[in-house]
């Protein structure tokens, strides 16, 4: 395998490198992505839920605030922001959680649509590093003499191939992350809508439990 890649930028030309830097962005996106989607972002819904529901169900709006602040999921962080104004009306509710999700729902879609571009460009890439080949394997077969023209249209054309096919790898690899975690993305800001909607909903019907006191 290894053998195969030294092989590949050996014959393939400056151009690989070019595609080698586009992967190597491609690759940082996609950790950093996974990490906040799968790690940072990611929380189990309905056992949050059923925690931070009983507690408001009681009127321990206390407990309910410190469930919240004591998670970094952006979700708990968008609650937290309405809990804090769960003694005034239901609008200054939802504006809090609004402002909130303003903060956190970007820090979950960003980045993604690079990986959308990365696709893109590493075709366009993998294009140019075979047009460079080909241009190159011809201008050499019409200089060289009969014996070596069969040579150098084949190392040509072998260059070209191989700017090709990394190309098409790093498009592959872009398209295929993009649309997992575009998913994910998704997936996590319809929990977020899902879990502002039972919060405020929550804390309407149950408004005058609220005091300050913390249960046991």
Do not use: W
């Not at 649509?113 to 366009?124: E, H, M, P, Q, T």
């Not at 394997?137 to 069969?150: I, M, W």
């Amino acid at each position: 395998m290894f053998g195969f890649i030294a092989e590949a930028f050996e014959k393939g030309g400056a151009n690989m490198f070019v595609i080698l830097g586009i992967a190597v962005f491609m690759f940082a996106i996609i950790i950093e992505r996974l990490v906040v989607l799968y790690f940072q972002a990611n929380v189990d819904k309905d056992d949050f839920m059923r925690k931070l529901t009983k507690y408001i169900l009681v009127g321990d709006l206390r407990n309910a605030i410190k469930l919240c602040s004591m998670s970094k999921f952006p979700m708990a962080k968008i609650l937290h922001a309405g809990l804090t104004k769960a003694k005034e009306s239901d609008a200054a509710v939802q504006a809090a959680m609004d402002e909130a999700a303003l903060r956190e729902i970007p820090k979950i879609e960003k980045r993604i649509g690079f990986l959308a571009v990365i696709g893109n460009v590493g075709v366009l890439a993998g294009l140019l590093g075979t047009i460079f080949g080909l241009i190159a394997s011809f201008a050499a077969a019409a200089n060289a003499e009969a014996a070596s023209k069969a040579t150098q249209l084949a190392d040509g054309i072998s260059e070209a191939m191989f700017n090709t096919a990394f190309g098409l790898a790093v498009a592959i690899t872009a398209s295929i992350f993009y649309a997992f975690y575009q998913a994910k993305s998704q997936s996590l800001v319809d929990t977020i809508n899902e879990g502002t909607v039972t919060t405020l909903n929550l804390i309407t019907a149950n408004r005058d439990k609220f005091d300050d006191k913390v249960s046991e």
